[in-house]
């Protein structure tokens, strides 16, 4: 079956309630019911409310940027997998670079925040990639490797459902620098044999994997074309509706 590209916006710490009400109804309003590609959207904690209120009747799906390993309890300013599937949540960004190395997560936390979004119902969006010095260093299969089976450990094959990845090099995020399309798509292939090695390959099959690093309505159709790149998980293009929308028409061309 092929895989239904999805393009995801992650808004990181922009937009407040009202700016997000803007262009949440902006994207809403382009996308109707239009089902493929998959958009979703991923606002700030603060601004979900406002951005499910907008996108309630399209095609448009609500992810978050970061949840708790736990279920509820005395964890002071944390958020669970249940408050976001009752906030109108259906997937949930996992393991960003940011999280990584601003605030410490490792593949242990993350494999603990994938198995409860999925144990919830959420779809995942489990992010990987190498930095700079390891790209350079020739590490990159190396590092992957280790995010994969670390993020992904103890998941069984029939959890993989609704399970995407996001192969998002460190190097690329915000900085202009994008993976070449055949960059990204040797390490995306990397992505896919892990991931079979891990589950068996009919669920390697089916798991969406998507590149994330400063993709852009100029670079997108390239980027999409390639075998393992099902779609997109932008950042800085995500946040004007004309951009993500461009993008969204990219990952439309590409279906
Ligand atoms: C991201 O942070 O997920 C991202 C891909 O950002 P950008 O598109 O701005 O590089």
């Not at 799906?61 to 309890?73: H, I, P, T, W, Y």
């Not at 599937?85 to 999280?99: F, K, N, P, T, Y």
Request: one cysteine or more; glycine letters at 8%; a negative charge.
């Amino acid at each position: 079956m092929p895989r239904t590209i999805i393009i995801a916006g992650n808004w990181k710490m922009n937009k407040t309630p009202s700016e997000a009400t803007s262009l949440a109804r902006d994207i809403a309003q382009n996308i109707g019911k239009q089902a493929v590609p998959s958009v979703v959207i991923c606002p700030p904690f603060t601004a979900l409310h406002a951005a499910a209120t907008q996108i309630a009747g399209s095609a448009v799906r609500l992810g978050a940027q970061n949840m708790s390993d736990k279920a509820s309890g005395a964890y002071t300013g944390e958020i669970s997998a249940a408050m976001l599937r009752d906030s109108q949540v259906s997937a949930v960004i996992l393991g960003h670079s940011e999280r990584r190395s601003y605030y410490g997560e490792t593949d242990a936390i993350v494999n603990k925040k994938t198995i409860a979004a999925i144990e919830a119902g959420l779809s995942p969006i489990v992010c990987v990639g190498e930095t700079l010095s390891e790209r350079e260093a020739n590490k990159t299969f190396e590092v992957i490797h280790a995010q994969i089976c670390g993020s992904l450990a103890n998941i069984q094959p029939v959890q993989t459902e609704n399970l995407v990845i996001a192969y998002e090099p460190v190097w690329a995020i915000g900085t202009g620098k994008t993976a070449t399309p055949a960059m990204a798509q040797e390490v995306h292939a990397f992505i896919r044999k892990e991931l079979a090695a891990l589950f068996g390959e009919p669920a390697a099959q089916g798991v969406r994997i998507l590149y994330g690093g400063s993709m852009k309505p100029d670079n997108a159709d390239a980027l999409l074309a390639e075998l393992d790149i099902d779609g997109g998980l932008i950042g800085g293009a995500a946040l004007a509706a004309k951009d993500f929308l461009a993008l969204v028409e990219s990952g439309r061309k590409a279906s």
